[in-house]
Nanobody
Framework: QLVESGGGLVESGGSLRLSCTVS????????MGWFRQAPGKERERVSC?????????YYEDSVRGRFTVSRDKAENTMYLMMNSVKAGDQGDYFC??????????????WGRGTQVTVYS
């Protein structure tokens, strides 16, 4: 089970940290990703982290340098630290697990999402 939290209102230029609490499997067992869906747009992947054996991290171009994905094994949680937030970052954010060690193919399990609203 994946449960996102941490969404809410954030001022443009501000920061927000999203959490994805994992149950039923260790947070680093599989590759995991963060996705977002803006109103009227398709869901897109913004970041992904491979399993602990590989540890590679991927960022979508528009968030690279501003967002940071991480995992905490003790909390069994994946995080997305969002800095220098822009209006284009607004949307529903979802975490998901991949059925392998790598950020490839389609995720197998999804959380229900958390909403991020950016104001100026």
């Amino acid at each position: 089970q994946l449960v996102e939290s941490g969404g809410g209102l954030v001022e443009s230029g501000g920061s927000l940290r999203l959490s994805c609490t994992v149950s039923g499997v260790t947070v680093d067992r599989y590759a995991m990703g963060w996705f977002r869906q803006a109103p009227g747009k398709e869901r897109e992947r913004v970041s992904c982290i491979s399993s602990s054996g590989d540890g590679k991290v991927y960022y979508e171009d528009s968030v690279r340098g501003r967002f940071t994905v991480s995992r905490d094994k003790a909390e069994n949680t994946m995080y997305l630290m969002m800095n220098s937030v822009k209006a284009g970052d607004q949307g529903d954010y979802f975490c998901a697990t991949y059925p392998s060690d790598y950020c490839e193919g389609k995720p197998g399990y999804w959380g229900r999402g958390t909403q991020v609203t950016v104001y100026s």
